[in-house]
């Protein structure tokens, strides 16, 4: 297995995973999530001017993960709320916004590989990329995806910086400071 930048020429392969595995993550204890796909020009964006990084054997992609700059995702309603709730936490520590965060996520692994360390690779892959250009990263995970949950807090090293409501789901705003 091997990580790497996407290119252009994955968007296709890219976004039809996207609309393929849209759910996969987001069902979990019983809650069927709703999810949002990158649009093939969307993910043109994200690989020209973010961070998209695919894990593949063989030629074959077999996960990816996306960390944007929130130029980029303020465009959902859900990352408005998210920046201006770190807008108000202003005197947490450490301090998050707009120019020393970014946002990570969302990240996906075919299923015959979980389990194998492809997670754990991505994730490096992705600190490492985003590090120089950010001291912070920011997701956020919905209450009912334990196990997500668990894979960013276990193997990801994230910490839960704040539990929040939008829409009436409830979810853990996860933080990782990159530069330890």
């Known amino acids: 297995m091997q990580t790497r930048l996407a290119t252009l020429k ?3 392969v890219l976004a039809s995973l996207e609309r393929q595995h849209l759910n996969d993550e987001l069902v979990s204890g019983g809650f069927n999530l709703a999810g949002q796909a990158f649009t093939p020009s969307e993910l ?3 690989i020209e001017k973010h961070w998209v990084l695919v894990a593949e054997v063989q030629g074959k992609i077999i996960g990816y993960v996306i960390a944007g700059r929130w130029s980029f995702f303020e465009a959902w309603p859900i990352y408005r709320f998210i920046l201006k709730r770190l807008e108000k936490n202003n005197s947490d520590s ?10 990570y ?6 299923k015959a590989y979980r389990g194998q360390g492809v997670f754990e690779a991505l994730v490096a892959r992705v600190y490492q990329e985003v590090a120089p250009s950010f001291e912070h990263m920011v997701t956020f995970i919905a209450e009912e995806n334990e196990r997500s949950l668990a894979a960013h807090t276990r193997k990801a090293n994230m910490q839960v910086k704040d539990f929040f409501t939008f829409s ?6 996860m933080h990782l400071e990159l530069r330890q």
Request: aromatic fraction near 10%; hydrophobic fraction near 30%.
């Open 10 to 12: 994955d968007v296709a």
């Open 44 to 46: 043109t964006q994200l």
């Open 94 to 103: 450490p301090r998050l916004t707009r120019q020393n965060s970014c946002q």
């Open 105 to 110: 996520g969302p990240i996906w692994i075919d």
């Open 168 to 173: 009436d789901r409830d979810y853990y705003l």
